[in-house]
């Protein structure tokens, strides 16, 4: 079980349903980058006098428990130790979490609770776990220095050999897991010239804005010089940007469906400061051998690449590309809209249904090459043709659908089958 993970049902149900309990706003704080993640929760501490952290070490797992700690502005207010759960730091974490929030809702008085997760914990477990135990989550913050993102991104070591995993069975890479942290967050912190740290230049920031081109960039400081709270004194609402971002709302069903291949925000067109994304899409299927062939190139073409594309052979099932660090996933991810009888429809979430029916096409329905490259130094025109050789020819595409189940099923052990 990895951070990854959804939220476990079992154990006690802590839900927040107690009479008169106030609410406590939840903001979440991740990412690998641990000096800006740090540096993010020193501004919320500043910005919103009376917030309180909680932070779940699991660098302590491997003797079989996780530090908790809770904090606000003046230093540390209470400590403990939670058991593993399974032999899995996350479980731990999602065990304690919930209780922790319930005492400070039930104590009174914080105006925000800063969920500060530990380096490779993903934020959409997290963001799941505390809705489903009944407090808001207002923000999900992934704090981020600029000048790591490229060497990050293109880092494809387990991160068990960090001493990164959280669990035994751990088997992210560095790369897979900073993409998921940023791309899931709406708001990025940006915190540059931090100690020790290179220094950000345009193509760095260009590469982090292609790469989440909604995303909300706030930049921030090295926690606050001033040690002055930036609040509004007549009204003690925030007023510094961080802030309202982390209290802005945040939703945890909308933010799930912006990550399924089916219906994923994808980045657009671009190219500027030497970086560059390529938007790739066709209505002819992939021949299996030839991409098969080709997938070495095409993992190693961007940084990051990621979407959807269809098979030929496997017309039913939507096949999700997911790249980084130079290492690739591919995997099933449901079927394809114009795979299901009509009946089923009804049981497919509203957002997909809305989104295949942007792309629909009259003859093959929601079935689709999406693919979306972003990296410095980008070869578009020889990326460009890679793929386009491994479609189906002109002769393949008209023989039609039954001869292309008897193309060679190339990605069969790729996919598990």
């Known amino acids: 079980m990895s951070a990854a993970d959804g939220p476990q049902q079992s154990g006690p149900d802590h839900r927040q349903s107690g009479p008169g309990r106030p609410e406590l706003p939840v903001v979440i704080v991740g990412g690998l980058h641990a000096e800006a993640r740090r540096a993010a929760v020193a501004r919320l501490l500043a910005d919103v006098p009376g917030s309180v952290v909680l932070h779940h070490d699991l660098a302590t797992a491997a003797a079989g428990t996780v530090v908790r700690t809770v904090r606000d502005a003046t230093g540390i207010l209470s400590a403990g ?10 479980c731990a974490l999602r065990e304690d979490l919930v209780p922790e ?41 992934t704090a981020v220095d600029p000048a790591l993102v490229l060497p990050y991104l293109g880092n494809g070591d387990d991160l068990a050999e960090g001493g990164l995993a959280a669990a035994a069975t751990d088997q992210r890479t560095v790369a897979d897991t900073f993409a998921r942290q940023l791309e899931y967050a709406p708001v990025l912190a940006l915190a540059e010239n931090l100690p020790g740290s290179p220094e950000a230049d345009d193509e760095d920031r260009e590469l ?12 921030i400081g090295h926690g606050n010089p001033a040690g002055a709270p930036l609040a509004d004194p007549a009204s003690a609402a925030p007023v ?45 299927p992939f021949h299996p051998e030839r991409l098969y062939a080709a997938l070495e190139d095409l993992t190693c ?18 096949l999700h590309w997911d790249a980084a660090g130079g290492a690739l996933c591919v995997e099933g991810a449901g079927p394809w809209l114009a795979s299901l009888p009509d009946a089923a429809w009804e049981l497919v979430p509203p957002v997909r249904r809305a989104a295949a029916a942007l792309d629909w096409d009259p003859e093959h329905g929601d079935r689709c090459q999406h693919l979306v490259f972003t990296s410095p130094g980008l070869d578009r025109d020889g990326l460009e043709r890679l793929l386009e050789s491994c479609l189906l020819t002109d002769a393949e595409y008209a023989a039609g659908q039954a001869a292309w189940e008897l193309l060679p099923p190339a990605f069969d052990t790729l996919l598990e089958v």
């Open 81 to 90: 130790e939670a058991p593993l759960v399974n032999d899995c730091a996350c």
């Open 301 to 318: 073409a961007a940084a990051r690449s990621r979407g959807r594309f269809w098979l030929a052979g496997k017309g039913d099932t939507l």
């Open 101 to 141: 929030l319930v005492r400070l809702a039930d104590a009174g008085g914080t105006p925000l609770a800063v969920v500060e997760l530990w380096d490779s914990v993903e934020p959409k477990a997290m963001a799941e776990v505390v809705t489903a135990g009944g407090f808001t989550v207002t923000g999900v913050i």
């Open 240 to 284: 510094s940007e961080l802030a309202r971002a982390a209290l802005a709302g945040f939703d945890v069903e909308a933010a799930a469906a912006a990550q399924h291949p089916a219906c994923a925000l994808l980045p657009a067109e671009a190219d500027a400061h030497g970086v560059a994304t390529l938007v790739w899409h066709r209505r002819r």
């Open 208 to 219: 982090l804005a292609q790469l989440h081109p909604t995303a909300r960039r706030v930049p």
